[in-house]
C-alpha cells in the first residue's frame, strides 16, 4: 500500500514482479490519461487501503521517541532493540 506518489507505472510493474499486489489510488491525470487511451484502470481495493492508516499512526507514534527520529543508534542492534522497547511501551499504554 502506498500514496499518490508510488502510483507509476514502473512502481506497479516493479511490484507484480516481485508478486505483490500495489494498492495505490492513481491521481486525477493519470485517470484522465487511461480514460483518454481507453485502457482500463487498475484494482483499487478500497477497504485494504483505509487500514493503512493504522500503519501510518504506528509510525507517528514511533517517531515522537527522539532517539528513534533522530536515529542516534548507527549499529542496527542497538536501533531495533530501541524500537522494540518504543513498540512495547505504546502497546503497554493503549
Known amino acids: 500500500m502506498a500514496d499518490k506518489g508510488y502510483s507509476a507505472r514502473s512502481f506497479r510493474a516493479y511490484s507484480r514482479r516481485r ?14 490519461g487511461r480514460r483518454r487511451r481507453r485502457e482500463r ?12 492508516n493504522v500503519v501510518e499512526r504506528c509510525f507517528h507514534r514511533l517517531k515522537q521517541w527522539r532517539g528513534i527520529a533522530t536515529r542516534y543508534d548507527k549499529q542496527p542492534g542497538r536501533y531495533l532493540a530501541a524500537i522494540t522497547l518504543a513498540s512495547t511501551r505504546i502497546w503497554l499504554d493503549a
Open 41 to 52: 484502470p487498475c484494482g483499487f481495493d478500497r477497504s485494504l487501503y483505509r487500514r493503512r
Open 19 to 32: 508478486g505483490t499486489k500495489a494498492t495505490v489510488p492513481e491521481r486525477v491525470d493519470q485517470l484522465a
